[in-house]
């Protein structure tokens, strides 16, 4: 693995179902975020963590939520999907503790709820 | 409240030609911003970062120009590449120092 992975790649998926976006990094920051991508709306932070044990809810949270139970991994969760939830998510890192604010991006999954 | 935003959501350039692309943001306190470049279907990529002390910095081919008085930052890219062709953000952070905050992008479109 070199820098973030997501999984999985696209998914389709029924209204009222449960789904977990999966993310993972391997360069050992402290800090990482899920956003969403929809057109004209440019990214929304939805939750972040600034360390593991940690979360916090970003600008659009509503029907979601984040777990950080280590270092490397911070799974997005729909408890029950609705079709608004069709977007883009993007997870990212980055290392506060260096004073930078640089994010790293994953390649994104992209979800259509039905 | 918070916000960041580009002034054209297009540019349509040559190839060879300089581009610039601009954004305003409306928080006066903010002291760090940064430009990212999406390729169609990837993740942002960052291209490069300003702190509030400045008013320019240099890259490769990229220099981001901030006017804190009128809240304004542009990123220009000399002698423009079909490669440079993607939607471009700029970010700043949010007041409570957590997360970025991402304007609405610019679509740059080089063409031969």
């Known amino acids: 693995i070199a820098g973030i992975t997501q999984a999985p790649t696209s998914q389709i998926l029924a209204a009222g179902r449960r789904m977990t976006l999966r993310c993972t990094q391997d360069?050992?920051?402290?800090?990482m975020y899920w956003y969403r991508q929809d057109l004209g709306l440019g990214l929304r932070l939805i939750h972040y963590?600034?360390?593991?044990?940690?979360?916090g809810k970003g600008e659009v949270p509503d029907g979601y939520s984040v777990s950080r139970a280590n270092t490397d991994d911070f799974p997005l969760t729909l408890a029950s999907a609705v079709p608004s939830q069709t977007s883009v998510y993007f997870c990212?890192?980055?290392?506060?503790?260096?004073?930078?604010?640089?994010?790293?991006f994953g390649p994104g999954t992209r979800l259509t709820v039905l | 409240g918070e916000s960041v935003g580009l002034h054209l959501p297009t540019l349509s350039v040559q190839e060879g030609d300089n581009s610039i692309i601009n954004c305003a943001y409306s928080?006066?306190?903010?002291?760090?911003f940064i430009w990212y470049k999406q390729e169609s279907g990837k993740g942002p990529q960052f291209i490069i970062d300003?702190?509030?002390?400045?008013d320019k910095r240099q890259g490769q081919r990229v220099t981001v120009l901030l006017n804190k008085t009128v809240k304004h930052l542009s990123l220009q890219i000399a002698a423009t590449q079909p490669g440079d062709s993607a939607v471009y953000f700029c970010?700043?952070?949010?007041?409570?120092?957590?997360?970025?905050?991402f304007g609405k992008g610019t679509t740059l479109s080089v063409s031969s």
């Open positions: 970010a700043d952070i949010n007041q409570a120092g957590t997360a970025l905050i």
């Open positions: 360069m050992r920051h402290n800090a």
């Open positions: 928080n006066s306190a903010s002291d760090y």
């Open positions: 963590s600034n360390t593991a044990g940690t979360t």
């Open positions: 300003i702190r509030s002390n400045m």
């Open positions: 990212a890192s980055s290392d506060i503790t260096s004073g930078g604010n640089e994010q790293f």
